[in-house]
């Protein structure tokens, strides 16, 4: 038995990025400030270097980057490191041994959410942010696609542009500290996000919350105009304009597909008063733990009553464009002359 | 007998002080019945620091705060002006750059302060002051003291800040929209908001909803509010009733029955005012009518902002709103302060001076605790340590026999320097421009309009007609003679008086600006508020019934 590499999100906090990734402690601290998240357990980084240690795929990819030393420099050769890195890792099975413990662990996750091969999503997990470490398979189930899948993000610390990030900083080309998010796939009803601040007022007095029908990566790219609802966080006074909803992401066999929305859902809106304001409330106390406008995730799901049907898939800090500094300071020179009347 | 100042250093010296500034001014809505020793010591050194204090900090070009000398249990005050064009000018490159934390991040700012002091008040209120040792409970007081000063320095601080973002909202309404602060559009633009003081009165109509469920509702409004918890307390609901109470009180109880003296109980100590108030939502019966009132004038607020920002050209729209918003803050501040500040650090001088009061009269230091309030700190410090070694029965007395002589004679509204006249000195408070004497001192100046025949006439501090039975009400212990229906007529109010505004259909104040206490309530349930009528009191009477127009600035006495 070698160290301990899959927890359960309850044992997690923001305290764990070194650990498990800054995707999975996140979730670990959501679970800690009361947020419901899908179940799930998360692969810590001890998981992938004791996979390439094992497997040999460690040594196999030293040895490639110490011969192609003087040439990884050229943007070519790069997408050539990476194909052949990535084959590399992927060819490798999981050893029998840490199979064992993740199959216990996912046999574990069933049994918890009551359904046999529970369809869950696999998303890599850096420690520091890393551009092209974003690889996400969907609908995932049962043991064997499951390891091949966490063995394939563990792959996807190696594409072109993750490669050609760590030669720029310098960072060591065979270390990829990454870790992995196993979740419970929610069967959403609507999804979207939430955000406490007016990103284009920087106006920190409102929540926005944007969702449309199924899963949330249509309001995430921004591909349909979803309803977006602006509520007062004091009042809780809210606007609401209804997106022309024609499209939405659901489940296919393999993934995730793009579908049709329903003629008479199109106009309806995907949220009723209740949820928007449970949605507001826990994004309220979200930002007041972290003293910070969040940029939020939510997804509710078709199978569980409200309000145990809302999950949170994330929390961020939310980018926004500050109150404007010159007018700031304008309104200080207005201010001013009160004292010259 | 040697006499020792209350207020040493600051005691009121006609010959020099008239010398250092010739208008000085009682601070009526403070200090009239004149305060305890204690109490006057506290307010005098403190307030005094803090506005200067939040003068510095902020660099206000024309005004370094007041200064305030102690006569008689009233506090006298004076401003501090800045003496040269070229100090204005210096002061005005730094108040630029101070103001910015108000404009950027006021609620970061304001939730901070919050933070701070209720960490404070929870510091102090963890010492046991019947357990504590002599030097425990001395360091409590000591600590009382210097939270008393950190309240001042952050409470006029504030207060500056968020005045003078109001004053420059209205002005600027007036210049770029063409409405001035006694327009009903102005008046609905600042409110609708929620604050800490309406939340209190909530819980306390909350309680009034389940006294009746639970059926202690007859108990309550057959008993005198000072024997109601007696008698809920005699079984078991109403126990159960009380403890909950109780644990409010705990919360947000502790609080002066009078705005500015400690020599009353907190509603901790004696719940009997809170249950009044309790008493009165059940006697009144219905809903909390500022929470159907707020919905109602939230969406006349959106209204009336979508209005007045259509007056506004649109390349100044940005900053305009960014003010708008902050003066809205402004209104809030301006009423839910007293709640985290004044009356919560004076409980805790109360709290804590009491602590010592019960020590000496166990020791025999002094007879009553409560004679306590006769003592300076430096007093207190004599005896702290060893209270069996002293005896101050003495200063007591002394002290007492002064108060007492304080009492039958009122304090001068202002001390003139020979040759100078009352419209002079006010001359030289609009002139200061300081925020706090223009938004709460002096106010606008009603206009006399005789074609409107009007008996009073005064300014707009909140929209509206009414007409109904007058109350006059001098002070806070005559609140409970107010009918439902009723139009208030008073000198002024203050936030203990808030729950008798869900009663009430108008109000009349003899002086008030748009900041003032009367005027933020009055908007917040929307009935009319006429203000700066000066002589309401005196030419109004009870049950004369009178018609208000707050949007004219008038009032009529019906049967005269």
């Known amino acids: 038995m070698g160290r301990k590499w899959i927890y359960w999100y309850e044992e997690l906090s923001g305290a764990h990025n070194d650990l498990v990734g800054k995707k999975c402690a996140n979730l670990g601290e959501m679970t800690a400030l009361g947020m419901k998240v899908p179940p799930g357990f998360a692969i ?61 662990h996912y046999a574990d996750l069933c049994r918890r959410v009551g359904t046999d091969e529970v369809s869950v999503a696999v998303r890599s997990s850096g420690a520091v942010s890393m551009p092209g470490q974003m690889e996400t398979y969907l609908n995932v189930s049962g043991t ?134 449970e949605i507001v409330r826990i994004s309220k106390d979200v930002e007041a733990h972290f003293e910070l406008p969040q940029d939020m995730e939510w997804v509710l799901d078709c199978d569980l009553p409200f309000p145990d049907n809302l999950f949170w898939v994330q929390t961020r800090p939310a980018k926004y464009s500050k109150p404007k500094h010159n007018e700031s300071e304008y309104l200080a020179e207005l201010m001013t002359r009160v004292f010259r009347m | 007998m040697k006499m020792y100042d209350v207020v040493p250093g600051l005691e009121f010296d006609p010959e020099r002080d008239l010398e250092q500034s010739p208008a000085w001014f009682l601070d009526a809505t403070h200090s009239v019945p004149p305060w305890t020793p204690m109490f006057g010591w506290f307010w005098v050194n403190f307030c005094r620091h803090g506005m200067q204090w939040g003068a510095e900090k902020l660099s206000l070009p024309t005004v370094k705060g007041w200064d305030w000398r102690f006569m008689r249990g009233g506090g006298y005050l004076t401003l501090l002006l800045v003496k040269s064009e070229e100090e204005k000018r210096r002061r005005e490159v730094e108040f630029r750059k101070a103001i910015l934390p108000f404009i950027q991040d006021y609620d970061g700012l304001w939730g901070g302060f919050i933070k701070e002091i209720l960490g404070r008040y929870d510091n102090l209120k963890s010492l046991d002051i019947d357990t504590a040792s002599n030097i425990e409970l001395l360091d409590n ?12 320095e952050i409470h006029m601080y504030m207060m500056y800040g968020t005045y003078t973002a109001y004053i420059l909202f209205e002005n600027m309404c007036r210049d770029l929209a063409g409405i001035d602060d006694t327009s009903p559009l102005f008046h609905q633009v600042v409110s609708g908001f929620d604050n800490k ?105 959106e209204q009336a902002e979508k209005e007045i920002l259509a007056k506004v050209p649109a390349e100044q729209k940005g900053w305009f709103e960014q003010l708008m918003r902050l003066a809205q803050k402004s209104g809030v501040f301006s009423e839910e302060h007293d709640h985290y500040l004044d009356l919560y650090t004076h409980a ?167 900041l003032s206490h009367a005027a933020i309530v009055g908007r917040e349930y929307g009935i009319p508020v006429v203000m700066n009528v000066f002589e309401g009191t005196a030419k109004i009477k009870s049950g004369q019934r009178i018609k208000v127009d707050a949007n004219l600035g008038t009032v009529y006495i019906l049967d005269k």
């Open chain 1, 144 to 277: 064997d696609r499951l390891a091949r899948k966490v063995v394939q993000v563990w792959g996807s610390a190696f594409t072109t542009r993750a490669i050609a990030y760590r030669l720029e900083k310098g960072m060591q080309m065979e270390k990829a500290p990454i870790g992995v998010a196993v979740l419970k796939m929610v069967n959403a009803k609507c999804a979207g996000v939430c955000l406490t601040v007016l990103p284009t007022t920087g106006d920190t007095s409102k929540v926005v919350v944007e969702g449309n029908w199924g899963l949330g990566e249509s309001v995430v790219s921004g591909e349909i105009t979803p309803d977006q609802f602006i509520v007062d966080k004091e009042i809780g006074a809210y606007e609401c304009t209804l997106g022309e909803k024609n499209k939405m992401v659901c489940y296919s066999s393999t993934g995730t597909c793009v579908a049709d929305v329903p003629d008479e859902m199109r106009c309806k809106p995907c949220l009723d008063e209740t949820e928007l304001y």
């Open chain 1, 44 to 104: 810590s980084v001890d998981g992938y270097e004791r996979f390439m240690e094992e497997s040999g795929a460690g040594e196999e990819i030293r040895r490639y980057v110490h011969d192609n030393r003087n040439h990884l420099n050229q943007v070519g050769k790069q997408v050539e490191a990476s194909r052949a890195i990535r084959a590399y890792i992927e060819a490798k099975p999981m050893p029998e041994a840490m199979k064992t413990e993740l199959y216990r």
């Open chain 2, 348 to 514: 805790m001088m109360r709290r804590s001076a009491l602590g010592l009061g019960r020590r000496f009269t166990k020791l025999g230091a002094i007879d009553d605790p409560e004679d306590v309030f006769f003592l300076m700190p430096d007093e207190i410090r004599r005896a702290g340590i060893s209270p069996d070694q002293f005896d101050l029965r003495y200063i007591v007395e002394r002290r007492k026999a002064e108060w007492e002589e304080w009492q039958k004679e009122p304090n001068p509204p202002a001390i003139l320097k020979d040759g100078f006249d009352l419209d002079q000195a006010m001359g030289v408070l609009v002139q200061s421009n300081d925020p706090i004497a223009l938004k709460v001192v002096v106010g606008s100046m009603p206009q006399v309009r005789p074609e409107l025949k009007a008996d009073l006439y005064g300014t707009c501090g909140s929209p509206g007609v009414a007409e109904g039975t007058a109350r006059v009400i001098m002070t806070e212990d005559e609140l409970h003679l107010v009918q439902e229906g009723d139009i208030l007529v008073a000198a002024s109010t203050s936030p203990s008086w808030t729950p008798v505004f869900s009663m009430i259909q108008g109000v009349v104040v003899d002086r008030g600006a748009s």
């Open chain 2, 141 to 152: 007081f000591e600590e009382t003291i210097d939270t008393c000063r950190r309240m001042w």
């Open chain 2, 197 to 301: 003081v309406f939340q209190v009165d909530k819980r306390l109509w909350e309680f009034s909803q389940r006294a009746a469920r639970d059926q202690l509702d007859r108990i309550i409004l057959d008993t005198e509010p000072g024997r109601i918890r007696e008698q809920l307390e005699s079984d078991g609901t109403g126990k159960a009733f009380m403890n909950d109470f109780m644990e409010f009180m705990n919360e947000d109880g502790w609080r002066m029955q009078r705005m500015s003296e400690i020599n009353l109980p907190t509603w901790v100590e004696d719940p009997a005012p809170a249950l009044g108030m309790v008493k009165q939502f059940l006697q009144k019966g219905g809903g909390f009518n500022l929470d159907e009132e707020r919905g109602k004038l939230t969406e006349k607020r």
